[in-house]
Nanobody, 124 residues
């Protein structure tokens, strides 16, 4: 069971990136998928999640309207489209899978599997 996060990079403020979380060994549509991020010297924080049982999504207030989480079941991949990026979005971004569906969890303790992280750097 593996999750692979990709798509990070260096972008100017106001720019966009699309992160991808691809699963191997299991089907992502059986799990809720969350994106978390951790900036240097800060705690890991939740950014956005998708409930695979009903397609509901939720996002942290600071990224609402800028970040969109979506999935492509055929590719077994969940995406995080990030627009209007700000310097404060700079962090390592992780995707994670939660077996408990029908409720979206913002706390990392609920997530069972984690990807390795991808660096997002936004220059101001």
């Amino acid at each position: 069971v593996q999750l692979q996060a990709s798509g990070g990079g260096l972008v100017q403020a106001g720019g966009s990136l699309r992160l991808a979380c691809t699963a191997s060994g299991f089907s992502l549509d059986s799990y809720n998928i969350g994106w978390f991020r951790q900036a240097p010297g800060k705690e890991r924080e939740w950014a956005s999640s998708l409930d695979s049982s009903n397609g509901n999504t939720a996002s942290k207030n600071s990224v609402k309207g800028r970040f969109t989480i979506s999935r492509d079941n055929a590719k077994n991949t969940v995406y995080l489209q990030m627009n209007s990026l700000k310097a404060e979005d700079t962090a390592v971004y992780y995707c994670a899978a939660d077996r408990r569906r029908q409720v979206i969890h913002a706390s990392y303790e609920y997530y069972d599997y984690w990807g390795q992280g991808t660096q997002v750097t936004v220059s101001s």
